[in-house]
Protein backbone atom coordinates (compact mmCIF):
# COMPACT_ATOMS: atom_id res chain seq x y z
CA UNK A 1 0.00 0.00 0.00
CA UNK A 2 1.64 3.46 -1.20
CA UNK A 3 0.85 6.18 0.96
CA UNK A 4 1.34 10.26 0.07
CA UNK A 5 2.55 12.68 2.67
CA UNK A 6 0.63 15.69 2.56
CA UNK A 7 2.04 18.96 0.59
CA UNK A 8 2.58 22.28 1.40
CA UNK A 9 4.84 24.58 -0.51
CA UNK A 10 8.01 24.83 -2.81
CA UNK A 11 11.52 25.72 -2.16
CA UNK A 12 14.78 25.97 -4.35
CA UNK A 13 16.92 22.89 -4.72
CA UNK A 14 20.17 23.75 -3.44
CA UNK A 15 23.69 22.16 -3.36
CA UNK A 16 26.06 20.83 -0.82
CA UNK A 17 28.25 23.31 -0.43
CA UNK A 18 25.12 26.36 0.23
CA UNK A 19 24.09 23.68 2.97
CA UNK A 20 27.27 23.59 5.07
CA UNK A 21 25.75 26.24 7.48
CA UNK A 22 22.40 24.27 7.85
CA UNK A 23 24.46 20.80 8.53
CA UNK A 24 24.44 21.74 12.70
CA UNK A 25 20.64 22.72 12.90
CA UNK A 26 18.85 20.54 15.92
CA UNK A 27 15.25 18.99 14.02
CA UNK A 28 16.23 17.96 10.90
CA UNK A 29 16.43 14.40 9.36
CA UNK A 30 18.65 13.85 6.47
CA UNK A 31 17.44 10.82 4.05
CA UNK A 32 19.32 9.08 1.05
CA UNK A 33 17.96 9.09 -2.00
CA UNK A 34 19.16 7.01 -5.26
CA UNK A 35 16.35 6.87 -7.48
CA UNK A 36 15.82 2.80 -5.76
CA UNK A 37 12.50 2.07 -4.45
CA UNK A 38 13.42 1.49 -0.83
CA UNK A 39 14.87 5.44 -1.07
CA UNK A 40 11.57 6.43 -1.75
CA UNK A 41 10.41 4.44 1.11
CA UNK A 42 12.98 6.38 2.94
CA UNK A 43 11.83 9.80 2.08
CA UNK A 44 7.89 8.97 2.91
CA UNK A 45 9.00 7.87 6.28
CA UNK A 46 11.32 10.38 6.87
CA UNK A 47 8.13 12.73 5.84
CA UNK A 48 6.23 11.35 8.48
CA UNK A 49 8.45 11.38 11.14
CA UNK A 50 9.41 15.24 10.20
CA UNK A 51 6.02 16.30 10.18
CA UNK A 52 5.01 14.30 13.41
CA UNK A 53 8.16 16.01 15.07
CA UNK A 54 8.09 19.36 13.55
CA UNK A 55 11.34 18.47 12.18
CA UNK A 56 12.96 19.59 8.35
CA UNK A 57 13.70 16.88 5.51
CA UNK A 58 16.94 17.32 3.63
CA UNK A 59 17.07 15.04 0.58
CA UNK A 60 20.07 14.18 -0.20
CA UNK A 61 21.41 12.44 -3.73
CA UNK A 62 25.17 11.81 -4.08
CA UNK A 63 26.73 11.39 -7.82
CA UNK A 64 30.25 10.33 -8.49
CA UNK A 65 31.89 11.06 -11.92
CA UNK A 66 33.63 7.74 -12.27
CA UNK A 67 35.72 7.78 -15.43
CA UNK A 68 34.51 5.01 -17.55
CA UNK A 69 38.33 3.18 -19.97
CA UNK A 70 37.93 0.66 -23.00
CA UNK A 71 41.36 -0.65 -23.53
CA UNK A 72 43.31 2.34 -21.61
CA UNK A 73 41.80 4.93 -23.58
CA UNK A 74 38.72 6.75 -21.71
CA UNK A 75 35.70 7.28 -23.27
CA UNK A 76 32.91 9.92 -23.41
CA UNK A 77 29.75 8.42 -23.34
CA UNK A 78 28.12 11.75 -22.92
CA UNK A 79 26.26 10.55 -19.13
CA UNK A 80 25.83 13.57 -16.95
CA UNK A 81 25.53 11.41 -13.32
CA UNK A 82 24.59 14.88 -11.83
CA UNK A 83 21.59 14.85 -13.84
CA UNK A 84 20.79 11.10 -12.82
CA UNK A 85 21.09 12.32 -9.14
CA UNK A 86 18.47 15.32 -9.76
CA UNK A 87 16.05 13.15 -11.85
CA UNK A 88 15.88 10.55 -8.76
CA UNK A 89 15.71 13.30 -6.14
CA UNK A 90 12.62 14.72 -8.86
CA UNK A 91 11.23 10.99 -9.33
CA UNK A 92 11.24 10.34 -5.29
CA UNK A 93 9.95 14.12 -4.35
CA UNK A 94 6.61 13.33 -7.13
CA UNK A 95 6.55 9.77 -5.39
CA UNK A 96 6.44 10.73 -2.06
CA UNK A 97 4.25 14.28 -2.70
CA UNK A 98 2.29 14.04 -5.64
CA UNK A 99 0.90 17.48 -4.80
CA UNK A 100 4.04 19.31 -4.80
CA UNK A 101 7.01 19.26 -2.23
CA UNK A 102 6.43 20.82 0.92
CA UNK A 103 8.56 23.75 2.05
CA UNK A 104 9.94 21.86 4.83
CA UNK A 105 12.08 19.32 2.60
CA UNK A 106 14.90 20.73 1.30
CA UNK A 107 16.30 18.86 -1.79
CA UNK A 108 20.47 19.02 -2.24
CA UNK A 109 22.98 16.99 -4.76
CA UNK A 110 26.34 16.25 -3.66
CA UNK A 111 29.19 14.84 -5.57
CA UNK A 112 31.22 11.92 -3.71
CA UNK A 113 30.90 8.75 -2.10
CA UNK A 114 27.33 8.22 -1.05
CA UNK A 115 27.89 6.78 2.38
CA UNK A 116 30.35 9.49 3.10
CA UNK A 117 28.41 12.42 1.84
CA UNK A 118 25.70 11.08 3.77
CA UNK A 119 27.29 10.61 7.19
CA UNK A 120 28.66 14.06 6.86
CA UNK A 121 25.42 15.37 5.86
CA UNK A 122 23.90 14.14 9.07
CA UNK A 123 26.16 15.36 11.26
CA UNK A 124 24.45 17.52 13.88
CA UNK A 125 21.00 15.99 12.21
CA UNK A 126 18.05 14.49 14.77
CA UNK A 127 18.20 11.13 12.33
CA UNK A 128 20.00 9.32 9.23
CA UNK A 129 17.24 7.72 6.91
CA UNK A 130 18.31 5.75 4.29
CA UNK A 131 17.08 2.65 2.27
CA UNK A 132 18.30 -0.90 2.49
CA UNK A 133 18.43 -2.36 -1.47
CA UNK A 134 18.53 -5.78 -0.03
CA UNK A 135 21.20 -7.79 -1.82
CA UNK A 136 20.74 -9.98 -0.33
CA UNK A 137 23.00 -10.50 2.40
CA UNK A 138 25.91 -12.77 3.63
CA UNK A 139 28.75 -13.17 1.01
CA UNK A 140 27.38 -11.11 -1.69
CA UNK A 141 26.66 -8.18 1.33
CA UNK A 142 30.23 -8.32 2.26
CA UNK A 143 32.01 -8.37 -1.50
CA UNK A 144 28.94 -5.31 -2.39
CA UNK A 145 29.95 -3.23 0.47
CA UNK A 146 26.69 -0.96 1.37
CA UNK A 147 26.00 2.32 1.94
CA UNK A 148 23.18 1.48 4.73
CA UNK A 149 25.78 -0.35 6.94
CA UNK A 150 28.49 2.13 6.41
CA UNK A 151 25.89 4.77 7.31
CA UNK A 152 25.33 2.85 10.57
CA UNK A 153 28.36 2.47 11.67
CA UNK A 154 29.97 5.83 10.82
CA UNK A 155 26.79 8.29 11.37
CA UNK A 156 26.71 10.62 14.88
CA UNK A 157 23.63 10.55 14.35
CA UNK A 158 20.58 7.78 14.91
CA UNK A 159 20.27 6.02 11.14
CA UNK A 160 17.45 4.01 10.10
CA UNK A 161 17.26 1.51 7.88
CA UNK A 162 13.78 1.22 5.75
CA UNK A 163 13.27 -1.78 3.66
CA UNK A 164 11.57 -1.06 0.37
CA UNK A 165 7.87 -1.32 0.31
CA UNK A 166 6.75 -4.80 0.54
CA UNK A 167 9.91 -5.95 1.16
Known amino acids: MT ?16 TESGHTRPGRVVVGIDGSNASHEALRQSAHLARELGYDVEAIAVWTSTPVTLGGVYLDLQWDPAED ?20 CKLTLREG ?8 AARGAAMLVVGRRGHGGGLAALLLGSVSS ?3 SHAH ?3 LVVPAEGQ
Open 157 to 159: CPV
Open 3 to 18: SHVPEATDEDRTTGEE
Open 113 to 120: RPAEELVE
Open 150 to 152: ACV
Open 85 to 104: ANRALDTAVGAVFPAGRPAW
